[in-house]
Nanobody, 115 residues
Framework: QAQLVETGGGLVQAGGSLRLSCAAS????????MGWYRQAPGKQRELVATITSGGARAYASSATGRFTISRDNAKNTVYLQMNSLKPEDTAVYYCNTKTNAMEYWGKGTLVTVSS
């Protein structure tokens, strides 16, 4: 059974850093794209960053310059290093993976940035 497990969320002061991790297991096909999305209270889920199996990265404008996405293909794990965090980064962060035929979501990890 496919499973994505996110870790690394928590409470941090503005200007601080957090590193999120997401380990994928039970996915029988090759994972093409891994990514992070977030959903703030009262808002729609939005893309934060994605990375392909070849290492091509894409970022939302809100994440550019502050967040870095990386992955370990051997471990089917994706990371999100978040620096210079702002209160508006407060959200539940979800891991997402895509194969040729399927898309999977984690249950999310809460990131709270205090001012």
């Amino acid at each position: 059974q496919a499973q994505l497990v996110e870790t690394g969320g928590g409470l941090v002061q503005a200007g601080g850093s957090l590193r999120l991790s997401c380990a994928a297991s039970g996915i029988m096909s090759s994972i093409n794209v891994m990514g992070w999305y977030r959903q703030a209270p009262g808002k729609q889920r939005e893309l934060v960053a994605t990375i392909t199996s070849g290492g091509a990265r894409a970022y939302a404008s809100s994440a550019t310059g502050r967040f870095t996405i990386s992955r370990d293909n051997a471990k089917n794990t994706v990371y999100l290093q978040m620096n210079s965090l702002k209160p508006e980064d407060t959200a539940v962060y979800y891991c997402n993976t895509k194969t040729n035929a399927m898309e999977y979501w984690g249950k999310g990890t809460l990131v709270t940035v205090s001012s």
